[in-house]
Antibody, heavy 118, light 107 residues
Framework: QVQLVQSGTEVKEPGASVKVSCKASGFIFTTYGFSWARQAPGQGLEWMGWISGNNGDTNYAQKFQGRATLIRDTSTNTVYMELRSLRSDDTAVYYC???????????WGQGTLVIVSS | DVQMTQSPSSLSASVGDRVTITCRASQGISNYLAWFQQKPGKVPKLLIYAASTLQSGVPSRFSGSGSGTDFTLTINILQPEDVATYYCQKYDNSPLTFGGGTKVEIK
């Protein structure tokens, strides 16, 4: 069955970087793209960016351009989201989700809590 | 970028009521509109895509309509298990913007 399994909770100090992983299984990795979204405590969903599982093409929400990097590893069917220069308002649950071409986000990872605190 | 505006931001209704949530896009997005349900502490779940197509396994009391800029999610005969926050999202092209969410509670 389709699974997206994310890495565990991270606690980081302001100014640090975090790298969250999302390991895919149960489908052909290179036929899908992967979006990342986040949700701050008590807030709504915020789309961050997308990466192609096929060729690694990316695009980012303007807000995260230059501070977030999405990469993928086809040898392990894993996508990664790195966010740099962390601030307290980056504290959120980060989700990966798969996307097939012009279809919606149909399967999601379980979420990774990132806490930014000194 | 296209903005997605949901209304209301919250609502309270009785079990058995019909509930309607609207989502408006600042520019036309054809029917590339999805609705998600997120229960407290849980992962968002795809309910409807292509504005009106029910995802497999979703109860038929949920329905969607609309095209272009104006979309609607309807819950017929509201059930206690429908307590959640509902989000719309455009998925035609990047950015895949979400609406602000509508929190549904039972009166």
């Amino acid at each position: 069955q389709v699974q997206l399994v994310q890495s565990g909770t991270e606690v980081k100090e302001p100014g640090a970087s975090v790298k969250v992983s999302c390991k895919a299984s149960g489908f052909i990795f290179t036929t899908y793209g992967f979006s990342w979204a986040r949700q701050a405590p008590g807030q709504g969903l915020e789309w961050m960016g997308w990466i192609s599982g096929n060729n690694g093409d990316t695009n980012y929400a303007q807000k995260f351009q230059g501070r977030a990097t999405l990469i993928r590893d086809t040898s392990t069917n894993t996508v990664y989201m790195e966010l740099r220069s962390l601030r307290s308002d980056d504290t959120a649950v980060y989700y990966c989700a798969r996307k097939y071409m012009r279809s919606p986000l149909d399967d999601w990872g379980q979420g990774t809590l990132v806490i930014v605190s000194s | 970028d296209v903005q997605m505006t949901q209304s209301p931001s919250s609502l309270s209704a009785s079990v058995g009521d019909r509930v309607t949530i609207t989502c408006r896009a600042s520019q036309g997005i054809s029917n590339y509109l999805a609705w998600f349900q997120q229960k407290p502490g849980k992962v968002p779940k795809l309910l409807i895509y292509a504005a009106s197509t029910l995802q497999s396994g979703v109860p038929s009391r949920f329905s969607g309509s609309g095209s272009g800029t104006d979309f609607t999610l309807t819950i017929n005969i509201l059930q206690p298990e429908d307590v959640a926050t509902y989000y719309c999202q455009k998925y035609d092209n990047s950015p895949l913007t979400f609406g602000g969410g509508t929190k549904v509670e039972i009166k």
